[in-house]
């Protein structure tokens, strides 16, 4: 592999000329193509698809006349095989328009190069046989499944492998790692459905937790509880019996490993 294929889309012609200024400075990119609408770019890629050579990522605006960002990338989820979507806008709202598509990342205009660095990185570690190994990216590449939160005005993302357990908060969802907590608005159902792989069970209809972030299970006078840190997590009936057969497993497995 000579460096990926992205494709950069946007109306306004001085914002895609910068990212695209800023996608071929670097070396990870092997050719960017360019559009200024989203009809455009549903051509190029079809065409690229035919040819034989299809894109890997798309760096798409949101807000475009026509086809917007959201609609596009929606419809680019319905590829057989699907683009990275980068999400690149001046707007904070559609964070979760990006989750909800599995965007590798959502960038703020104006972009930074360091933050273009990371989501590229991004990119490379989410391509089956990248050469691009997590060792060369710099860090270990760990579940690419994060969720954008807001902080301060800033949109970063959380992977899930930072999560140990989750809260349901009526409408939001309140995320809980090591160094405190994040509020998004995203059902407790839909991160059930989507962290399901990365190891997350639903142990009460008001919690979500990250099995291998459990330090006890423990079961008192009927009732079932989890240890999380110095966190008590209540565990329903109907799921004690699945909570501990899966933890029994995973026990068993260990050993035997």
């Known amino acids: 592999m000579t460096g990926l294929r992205v494709l950069a889309v946007d109306d306004e012609q001085p914002a895609l000329e910068d990212l695209a200024y800023l996608l071929r400075a670097d070396p990870r990119i092997g050719e960017v193509a360019l559009a200024r609408d989203g ?4 051509k190029m890629l079809d065409r690229a698809m035919a040819e034989g050579r299809p894109i890997d990522a798309v760096f798409l605006d949101i807000r475009m006349r026509g086809l917007d960002g959201v ?23 559609h964070a979760v328009d990006a989750f909800e598509i599995k965007a ?4 703020l205009k104006p972009v930074r190069p360091e933050r273009l660095a990371e989501a590229i ?6 391509i089956p046989g990248d050469p691009e190994t997590a060792e060369e990216a710099g860090r270990p590449a760990p579940d690419t499944d994060t969720i954008p939160v807001e902080l301060a005005g800033v949109t970063r993302f ?9 809260e349901a908060q009526g409408d939001y969802a309140r995320l809980h790692t090591a160094t405190g907590s994040h509020l998004v608005r995203i059902p407790l159902a ?17 919690h979500l937790v990250s099995v291998k972030h459990i330090d006890e299970l423990h079961i008192d ?28 497993r995973r026990a068993r497995k260990g050993r035997a490993e």
């Open 221 to 248: 006078s009927g009732r079932c509880m989890v240890r999380i840190g110095d966190t008590e997590i209540p565990v329903s009936r109907r799921h004690t019996r699945e909570l501990r057969d899966l933890l029994v």
């Open 158 to 166: 959380v992977a899930s492998s930072d999560v140990r357990y989750v």
């Open 121 to 126: 990185r991004r990119v490379c570690a989410s």
């Open 71 to 93: 609609v596009l990338g929606r419809l680019l989820t319905q590829f057989t095989r699907p683009p990275c979507i980068v999400f690149v806008t001046a707007y904070e709202e």
């Open 190 to 206: 839909a991160l059930e459905e989507r962290w399901a792989a990365a190891g997350f069970v639903r142990v009460h209809r008001s």
């Open 104 to 107: 590798e990342d959502y960038l």
């Open 39 to 42: 009809a455009s770019a549903l």
